[in-house]
């Protein structure tokens, strides 16, 4: 198991910008494929983009392809999410996500999970 802590959410205006963060503890992480997921009122968990430790491959929603970077510091076992030009669609709670093996974009593949950051974005 690991432990992922996020922070960094925010009121933002549309246009504007944040940066999460995403803290892991516990296992290896090099063994591990971290995901940004979001959630808004009323609709499923969906992928918004995912990391691979062990080879810095990313990939990203077409609906934040562009906007939002997946980066990491590997010295502090952390893993963050840039997004820029937010639109009030962008609105939702984001949550980190890590699993073993291959990477998924199906939210009931991973199991671990962080406690989720509000994110909204005013019109």
């Known amino acids: 198991q690991v432990q992922l802590v996020e922070s960094g959410g925010g009121l933002v205006q549309t246009g504007g910008s944040l940066r999460l963060s995403c803290t892991a503890s516990?296992?290896?992480?090099?063994?591990?494929?971290m995901a940004w997921f979001r959630q808004a009122p009323g609709l499923d968990r969906e992928f918004v983009g995912r990391s691979m430790w062990s080879d810095y491959m990313t990939s990203y929603a077409e609906s934040v392809k562009g906007r939002f970077t997946i980066s990491r510091d590997n010295a502090k076992n952390t893993v963050y999410l840039q997004m820029n030009s937010l639109k009030p669609e962008d609105t939702a709670v984001y949550y980190c996500a890590a699993k073993t093996g291959t990477s998924s974009e199906r939210p009931a593949d991973y199991s671990n999970w962080g406690q989720g950051t509000q994110v909204t974005v005013s019109s």
């Open positions: 516990g296992r290896t992480f090099n063994m591990y494929v």
